[in-house]
């Protein structure tokens, strides 16, 4: 079973950077594809990122250009650098393992606990 463990959240003002980690660990392979999520506050959970073994990656359209995933497959590490951060981006980060590549929430079944992430005006 693989486990999930997402960084790197906090607090920053509109216009600032953060960059997230997820570390997986346990019977890892590496073959999977990782997924960001978030839920802001009063919202449904949305997708953010996504990024296969082999680097194919989507962003989804409201953080395209801001945002962009990256894996390390040696440290069985995904990052999301995020920058140029909007109080509307405020919410919980949720990073997430699928055995395909997909955009939907309900392809992913190993969820990690999620990481806190507050941008101010």
């Known amino acids: 079973q693989v486990q999930l463990v997402e960084s790197g959240g906090g607090l920053v003002q509109a216009g600032g950077s953060l960059r997230l980690s997820c570390a997986a660990s346990?019977?890892?392979?590496?073959?999977?594809?990782l997924g960001w999520f978030r839920r802001a506050p009063g919202k449904e959970r949305e997708f953010v990122a996504a990024i296969a073994r082999n680097t194919y990656a989507s962003h989804a359209d409201s953080v395209k250009g801001r945002f962009a995933t990256s894996r390390d497959n040696a440290k069985n590490t995904v990052y999301l650098q995020m920058n140029s951060l909007k109080p509307e981006d405020t919410g919980v980060y949720y990073c997430?393992?699928?055995?395909?590549?997909?955009?939907?929430?309900?392809?992913?079944?190993?969820w990690g606990q999620g990481t806190q992430v507050t941008v101010s005006s």
């Open positions: 346990g019977d890892t392979d590496g073959s999977y594809t």
């Open positions: 997430a393992a699928s055995s395909r590549f997909a955009v939907s929430a309900m392809m992913y079944d190993i």
